[in-house]
């Protein structure tokens, strides 16, 4: 699917989840990496050895939801922007993820949220704007939407 469409199937992209949906009432780190690529920076930065590839730095990502607290470090040095951190709490979801384009949008800001393909899917609330020590190019962006879309959203369009 994804070298067809560019975009993980839904199939795919739930997998990466927690089985246990009630694990996401606290932030947790979603890491959608589908290919082997040598690629570790997430493993080396998670000062709670949350994310483990072992020695072949070729394999996936794997996840331990227990160890994981959302702080965002894995999703601010992924190079591939294949991490994301999510949680729900009530009827609202957050959702945070880095984000590379100018201008950024504000902390207050009203921005259209769109799914893997870009298509609009819901209007989300700018809670977080933060600038990355990766670089100053990327900032991390933290928005409040309908626990709805916490599985669906993907990034922001942001209209000027």
Do not use: W
Request: charged share 25%; with cysteine; hydrophobic share 35%.
């Amino acid at each position: 699917m994804i070298e067809k469409t560019g975009s993980a199937s839904f199939e795919t992209y739930i997998m990466e989840f927690p089985k246990d949906k009630t694990i996401l009432n606290s932030p947790k780190a979603i890491i959608e990496c589908y290919k082997e690529i040598p690629c570790n920076p997430c493993e080396t930065s998670c000062p709670f050895s949350a994310i483990t590839i072992g020695p072949n730095i070729n394999q996936r990502p794997l996840i331990d939801f227990d160890k994981c607290t959302g702080c965002t470090i894995c999703a601010s040095v992924c190079p591939g922007l294949a991490i994301s951190i999510r949680a729900f709490k009530g009827e609202r979801a957050t959702l945070t993820f880095p984000y590379e384009f100018l201008p950024r949008p504000k902390k207050g800001a009203h921005v259209n949220v769109v799914d893997r393909e870009g298509s609009v899917i819901t209007q989300g609330k700018v809670l977080k704007v933060s600038e990355t020590k990766r670089s100053n190019k990327t900032a991390m962006i933290t928005l409040e939407v309908n626990k709805t879309y916490l599985y669906d959203a993907a990034g922001i369009e942001v209209v000027l």
